[in-house]
């Protein structure tokens, strides 16, 4: 069965900075790109990065590009996300996905990242 | 950049009934990265249906996908109450706004 646990959220500071993490099990981790889903309280999904079965290929969307860095240890099966120079606006609930280019097919459950003072 | 337009924003149905979900793309897109996804209040999004009309593994065959172009739909032959959740159309890497399948 596969499963993607998130950790690591939490509440921060405006400007501050955090690194999600999301534990693989139950598949060949080191054989699918991995995303980062992001989605606000009460709103819909927006995709943040993704970053191909090596760890050679990464891509952000324009809103996080610079501050947020996504990385992989096929080692340890874990995906991480770190994210730096926190905004209000990046509060919400980051799901780790696995799948291909586009395709997301399996979820973890998320954590829920607060930024304010 | 392509915008994904769901509608409508909520569909009022009851059980039994059939539910069409349409998603429009602002420009002609490809069918292949076209992809529906389940999400329940407090849960994570759920992958129903990639490349526009195949169903993911589990999913049971009263969720279909159609569509080409600009306009696809996903279509719930007959509702059964674990179905009634909000419902995302993703091409590429951008997700529609979502439609709200609530109970009548």
């Known amino acids: 069965e596969v499963q993607l646990v998130e950790s690591g959220g939490g509440l921060v500071q405006p400007g501050g900075s955090l690194r999600l993490s999301c534990a693989a099990s139950?598949?060949?981790?080191?054989?699918?790109?991995m995303h980062w889903v992001r989605q606000a309280p009460g709103k819909g999904l927006v995709w943040v990065s993704r970053?191909?079965?090596?760890?050679?290929?990464?891509s952000y969307a324009d809103s996080v590009k610079g501050r947020f860095t996504i990385s992989r240890d096929n080692a340890k099966n874990t995906l991480y996300l770190q994210m730096n120079s926190l905004r209000a606006e990046d509060t919400a609930v980051y799901y780790c996905?696995?799948?291909?280019?586009?395709?997301?097919?399996?979820w973890g459950q998320g954590t829920l990242v607060t930024v304010s003072s | 950049e392509i915008v994904l337009t769901q509608s409508p924003g909520t569909l009022s149905l009851s059980p039994g009934e059939r539910a069409t979900l349409s998603c429009r793309a602002s420009?002609?897109?490809?069918?292949?990265?076209l992809a529906w996804y389940q999400q329940k209040p407090g849960q994570a999004p759920r992958l129903l249906i990639y490349?526009?009309?195949s169903r993911a593994t589990g999913i049971p065959d009263r969720f279909s996908g159609s569509g080409s172009g600009t306009d696809f739909t996903l279509t719930i032959s007959r509702l059964e109450p674990e179905d009634f959740a909000v419902y995302y159309c993703q091409q590429r890497l951008t997700f529609g706004g979502g439609t709200k399948v609530e109970i009548k």
């Open positions: 139950g598949f060949t981790f080191s054989s699918y790109w």
């Open positions: 970053i191909n079965s090596d760890g050679s290929s990464t």
């Open positions: 996905a696995s799948g291909g280019h586009y395709s997301l097919d399996y």
């Open positions: 420009q002609s897109v490809s069918s292949s990265y």
């Open positions: 490349g526009a009309s």
